[in-house]
């Protein structure tokens, strides 16, 4: 049986953002059991419809990756309760038809969402919110388990590297129950 491939996204273009070490940590979490890659879409311009067709390279690049894996795991930070613009930004452009004989990537997509933030909520605002904008695209989202990484900034080393000391069985969890709901 071929492996199953995970796309993930994190919503921080910051060098030592938190939920890009999230993102790690899951890679880890999920080994060899699946290919998880993390998709580069710092690239991707500005929803403007004037530049929609033929989409940008970008564009075309992260839908592709994105229409291939078998499920899309989120991890993102919360921006004033709240999902960060650029997250928005790319799921408009997701959200768009390829083209007149193709839908757009996300519908029926099995999607996983995590975030870690500084605040004691975790981003848990910011992930009902997206799970409200996934389910209007029609994308197939994980609702259990969900994980929330509160502050962030306490669960790290001396160097400030996420070390998850409480969440790690959590995001563990999460891995098992991702591969499952993918396979489902
Ligand atoms: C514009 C902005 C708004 C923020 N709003 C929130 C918030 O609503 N809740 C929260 O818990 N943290 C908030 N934070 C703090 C983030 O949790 C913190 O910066 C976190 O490290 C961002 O994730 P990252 O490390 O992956 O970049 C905000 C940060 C920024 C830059």
């Given at each position: 049986m071929e492996q199953k491939r995970i796309a993930a996204i994190v919503g921080s273009l910051r060098k030592d953002s938190f939920n890009r070490q999230l993102a790690l940590a899951a890679k880890e979490a999920i080994g060899d059991r699946a290919i998880f890659e993390i998709i580069d879409f710092s690239d991707v311009p500005m929803m403007n419809q004037d530049i929609e067709y033929p989409a940008p390279e970008s564009v075309r690049r992260v839908r592709e990756q994105i229409k291939i894996a078998d499920g899309v795991w989120i991890f993102s930070p919360e921006y004033n309760h709240s999902y960060p613009g650029l997250l928005k930004n790319l799921i408009d452009w997701l959200s768009r038809p390829i083209s007149k004989e193709e839908r757009q990537v996300l519908s029926k997509k099995p999607?996983?969402?995590?975030?870690?933030?500084?605040?004691?909520?975790?981003?848990v605002t910011a992930q009902d919110l997206l799970v409200m904008l996934l389910s209007m695209l029609n994308a197939r989202v994980m609702n259990f388990p969900r994980l929330r990484v509160p502050n962030a900034q306490e669960q790290t080393?001396?160097?400030?590297?996420?070390?998850?000391?409480?969440?790690?069985p959590y995001l563990q969890k999460q891995a098992d129950a991702f591969l499952k709901f993918i396979g489902e």
């Open positions: 999607i996983a969402i995590s975030g870690a933030s500084n605040g004691m909520g975790g981003t080393d001396e160097e400030g590297h996420l070390k998850l000391t409480t969440s790690l």
